[in-house]
């Protein structure tokens, strides 16, 4: 059986179970790896356009949780600030002169980033003439306000709180 191609000895062909020549059995795995190579081009848009779709959804959320979170933490660091101004301004009597005044005097340990600026330089401070206290000896800096001009989600300039 030269040349013939087949093997002599017959084996059972796997889909209907009748007897097959072994070379049959080659054939049909070859055609299965054919339709198994991978993913056609239909399904992996299908795939694109649900990432694209769920991406969409996401990132607005994500954005404005970021905002809320710089803002939460802008009104801590106000809050810091104004009593660090406050203890000096009465263990002291008379108000810092700069902010630097309470990190060299330990009512803070570093000034704080400015979270919507993302610097430590652009914190615009309030001087004022008055004084606050009966024993105050100095005027100062009586307020501290962020520097950033951009406006809040509940519609105020950051530079007003």
Avoid: C
Avoid at 44 to 55: D, G, H, N
Wanted: charged share 25%; proline share 6%.
């Amino acid at each position: 059986m030269k040349g013939t191609g087949f093997s002599p000895y017959i084996q059972p062909h796997k889909s209907n179970g009748a007897l097959a020549p072994a070379g049959a059995k080659k054939e049909t795995l070859k055609r299965i790896r054919q339709h198994e190579s991978g993913f056609t081009l239909i399904e992996l848009m299908i795939v694109m356009a649900i990432i694209l779709i769920l991406t969409t959804m996401v990132v607005p959320s994500y954005i404005g949780a970021m905002k809320h979170a710089r803002e939460a933490v802008l009104k801590e660091d106000l809050s810091v600030l104004r009593n660090a101004i406050d203890s000096y301004t009465m263990d002291k009597q008379k108000a810092p002169q700069s902010l630097d005044d309470l990190v060299q005097n330990g009512y803070l340990r570093a000034i704080p980033e400015d979270p919507m600026t993302h610097s430590k330089d652009t914190w615009v401070t309030d001087t004022s003439d008055a004084m606050y206290s009966i024993d105050e000896t100095e005027p100062g800096i009586a307020d501290v306000h962020s520097g950033s001009e951009e406006t809040s989600s509940d519609g105020q300039p950051y530079s007003s709180w």
